[in-house]
Nanobody, 115 residues
């Protein structure tokens, strides 16, 4: 059984930084895409950043230049380095991994940015 465990969320002041980590346990191989999504109260879930097995990345316009996604294939782990955080970044962040037609999701971790 595959489980994704997230860490690194918390409370930070505007302008500060956080690094989120998400590690997959269980039998999971050849992960095509690793990514991060977020959902704020009353808003639709949105893609924050994604990274392919070929190290191609994409970001939401709102986080470009501030967030960096990376992956460690040997550890089945995806990271999200978040710099210059803004109050509007406050949300529950979910990691996601795609293997073929299968999708796996983390439990979500709260990120709160105070002004």
């Amino acid at each position: 059984q595959v489980q994704l465990v997230e860490s690194g969320g918390g409370l930070v002041q505007a302008g500060g930084s956080l690094r989120l980590s998400c590690a997959a346990s269980g039998s999971i191989f050849n992960i095509n895409v690793m990514g991060w999504h977020r959902q704020a109260p009353g808003k639709q879930r949105e893609l924050v950043a994604g990274i392919t097995s070929g190290e191609r990345t994409n970001y939401a316009d709102s986080v470009k230049g501030r967030f960096t996604i990376s992956r460690d294939n040997a550890k089945n782990t995806v990271y999200l380095q978040m710099n210059s955080l803004k109050p509007e970044d406050t949300a529950v962040y979910y990691c996601n991994m795609k293997v073929g037609y299968m999708n796996y999701w983390g439990q979500g971790t709260q990120v709160t940015v105070s002004s």
